[in-house]
Nanobody, 120 residues
Framework: QVQLVESGRGLVQPGGSLRLSCAASGSILGIHRMGWYRQAPGKERELVALITSADSRTYADSVKGRFTISSDNAKNTVYLQMNSLKPEDTAGYYC??????????????WGQGTQVTVSS
């Protein structure tokens, strides 16, 4: 199986910065893409940013120019650098990975989530 472990939760003031990390471990032949989603209370989970194995990156309009996704393929780790944080960025942030587990099996895995709170 595959485990995703997130780190970097915290409370930050508006305008501040925070970096989230997510490390994948377990039975991994390869990772097709990794990304971050977030879910605020009473709202649906939404995409924040994705990065593929080909280094293609996708961002939600609400975070473009403020957040940067990157990865360290050797460590099976994805990062989310969040700058100019706003109160509306407050949410649980979830790491996601599409993993080639065996030659015949590709699956979708989620981390346990990490809380980001932006407040003065």
């Amino acid at each position: 199986q595959v485990q995703l472990v997130e780190s970097g939760r915290g409370l930050v003031q508006p305008g501040g910065s925070l970096r989230l990390s997510c490390a994948a471990s377990g039975s991994i032949l390869g990772i097709h893409r990794m990304g971050w989603y977030r879910q605020a209370p009473g709202k649906e989970r939404e995409l924040v940013a994705l990065i593929t194995s080909a280094d293609s990156r996708t961002y939600a309009d609400s975070v473009k120019g403020r957040f940067t996704i990157s990865s360290d393929n050797a460590k099976n780790t994805v990062y989310l650098q969040m700058n100019s944080l706003k109160p509306e960025d407050t949410a649980g942030y979830y790491c996601n990975a599409v993993v080639q587990v065996t030659r015949a099996w590709t699956d979708d895995f989620w981390g346990q989530g990490t809380q980001v709170t932006v407040s003065s």
